[in-house]
């Protein structure tokens, strides 16, 4: 079996440690983490966001060592800048319209092109490559895994406020960003070939200027060998986000095996993946989705264990088993978005909630 090489992004808030509201860091946490981190910290479009990816992993412990690291350190960086360092997919009350725009010249000709819809994109996601052996096999894997994103979607639903309201979403990120061009669920696709047509023909006609501005939730990274997952919202624990790279880790090698054996995962339309996609957004895992093979909903927590059950015999040999049995922890005490709703349900305050987030975000990291 391949390795299944691993490189985990996460975007952080950085914030106010008296009022809880986002605050621009200027550039000075990612300048200064830079010196220690290199390409590992850089900043993104809004200046309250900073994001941080690993090395290449080898496995989803080095995996874990990474992402601990780097949490360390962007904690520390903040703590030097009078800042504070949070996990989630939405800010609970901060206003977009009141964020610093990153000077640079990329960002400024997508706001040249998207105008408020990139502008009011404050969002932080979780980002997960996870290594193929060819592009053709990456698109085989790609379109059998589809079905999986929303049982994943669910699990990492941590956005159920913003701008002050309780939206009644639990991940009220992908609303956001359902406004931009490129997004969602992809299509199936038959090859390789017929991927990067499609993406040579929207570069020639001058809808993007390269693959990156492909933003599924799920796609075939353009520069490198990797399944790039993109449907999460960041988690506020560590712990949150190793389990679900491990997951997505395992379902890739599962579905692998399953093409090595000449055997095939039934591939579902986008529309029906859509249903619950929708549906992982609006409830995360207190719902239902739908089990299109039996043609009902199914409560989201027998598809986890269902989920768990499918990857069952690739685990061992990834070395993933207690990553991916993490999801148990994740059912019984609830989502991030779950967990916010309950401290605010508790005080009535968001402030409090942003306290919550801080602190979870280093969990077992000091």
Same mark, same amino acid.
């Given at each position: 079996?391949?390795?299944?090489?691993?490189?985990?992004?996460?975007?952080?808030?950085?914030?106010?440690?008296?009022?809880?509201?986002?605050?621009?860091?200027?550039?000075?946490?990612?300048?200064?983490?830079?010196?220690?981190?290199?390409?590992?910290?850089?900043?993104?479009?809004?200046?309250?966001?900073?994001?941080?990816?690993?090395?290449?992993?080898?496995?989803?412990?080095?995996?874990?060592?990474?992402?601990?690291?780097?949490?360390?350190?962007?904690?520390?960086?903040?703590?030097?800048?009078?800042?504070?360092?949070?996990?989630?997919?939405?800010?609970?009350?901060?206003?977009?319209?009141?964020?610093?725009?990153?000077?640079?010249?990329?960002?400024?000709?997508?706001?040249?092109?998207?105008?408020?819809?990139?502008?009011?994109?404050?969002?932080?996601?979780?980002?997960?490559?996870?290594?193929?052996?060819?592009?053709?096999?990456?698109?085989?894997?790609?379109?059998?895994?589809?079905?999986?994103?929303?049982?994943?979607?669910?699990?990492?639903?941590?956005?159920?406020?913003?701008?002050?309201?309780?939206?009644?979403?639990?991940?009220?990120?992908?609303?956001?960003?359902?406004?931009?061009?490129?997004?969602?669920?992809? &299509?199936?696709?038959? +090859?390789? =070939? $017929?991927?990067?047509?499609?993406?040579?023909? /929207?570069?020639?006609?001058?809808?993007? !200027?390269?693959?990156?501005?492909?933003?599924?939730?799920?796609?075939?990274?353009?520069?490198?060998?990797?399944?790039?997952?993109?449907?999460?919202?960041?988690?506020?624990?560590?712990?949150?986000?190793?389990?679900?790279?491990?997951?997505?880790?395992?379902?890739?090698?599962?579905?692998?095996?399953?093409?090595?054996?000449?055997?095939?995962?039934?591939?579902?339309?986008?529309?029906?993946?859509?249903?619950?996609?929708?549906?992982?957004?609006?409830?995360?895992?207190?719902?239902?989705?739908?089990?299109?093979?039996?043609?009902?909903?199914?409560?989201?927590?027998?598809?986890?264990?269902?989920?768990?059950?499918?990857?069952?015999?690739?685990? &061992?040999?990834?070395? +993933?088993? =207690? $990553?991916?049995?993490?999801?148990?922890?994740? /059912?019984?005490?609830?989502?991030?978005? !779950?967990?916010?709703?309950?401290?605010?349900?508790?005080?009535?305050?968001?402030?409090?909630?942003?306290?919550?987030?801080?602190?979870?975000?280093?969990?077992?990291?000091?």
């Amino acid at each position: 079996m391949p390795v299944f090489t691993l490189g985990i992004e996460e975007e952080f808030q950085t914030i106010d440690p008296s009022s809880g509201e986002l605050r621009s860091h200027m550039s000075k946490i990612v300048d200064g983490g830079q010196i220690v981190l290199h390409e590992r910290v850089k900043a993104e479009m809004h200046q309250a966001v900073v994001e941080v990816g690993t090395n290449i992993c080898n496995n989803i412990q080095d995996a874990r060592q990474e992402v601990t690291y780097l949490r360390k350190m962007i904690i520390e960086l903040a703590d030097n800048q009078n800042l504070k360092i949070a996990a989630a997919g939405t800010h609970p009350f901060s206003d977009w319209q009141d964020q610093l725009i990153t000077p640079n010249e990329r960002y400024d000709r997508l706001i040249e092109e998207l105008r408020d819809v990139a502008r009011s994109n404050l969002i932080f996601g979780l980002h997960v490559h996870v290594g193929i052996e060819s592009r053709n096999e990456g698109v085989q894997i790609m379109n059998a895994v589809r079905y999986f994103l929303p049982h994943i979607y669910a699990l990492s639903t941590n956005s159920p406020f913003w701008r002050g309201r309780n939206t009644g979403f639990k991940s009220y990120r992908s609303k956001v960003f359902d406004k931009f061009p490129r997004t969602g669920i992809p &299509d199936f696709f038959s +090859s390789a =070939a $017929e991927y990067d047509e499609y993406i040579e023909l /929207l570069v020639k006609t001058g809808c993007i !200027d390269n693959g990156k501005k492909i933003w599924w939730d799920i796609r075939l990274h353009p520069f490198f060998d990797t399944i790039e997952f993109r449907i999460c919202d960041v988690p506020m624990r560590a712990d949150e986000t190793i389990c679900l790279a491990a997951i997505m880790q395992a379902l890739v090698a599962k579905i692998y095996k399953l093409h090595k054996q000449n055997l095939n995962f039934r591939p579902y339309r986008r529309i029906l993946i859509n249903e619950n996609k929708w549906r992982a957004a609006r409830y995360g895992i207190e719902g239902k989705l739908i089990d299109f093979g039996k043609q009902e909903e199914v409560p989201t927590h027998q598809l986890i264990h269902e989920l768990l059950n499918f990857i069952d015999d690739v685990v &061992d040999d990834l070395g +993933s088993r =207690a $990553e991916c049995e993490y999801v148990l922890k994740i /059912l019984e005490m609830g989502t991030g978005a !779950d967990r916010q709703l309950a401290v605010f349900q508790q005080h009535n305050d968001l402030k409090r909630v942003v306290d919550y987030i801080v602190e979870e975000t280093s969990l077992g990291i000091r």
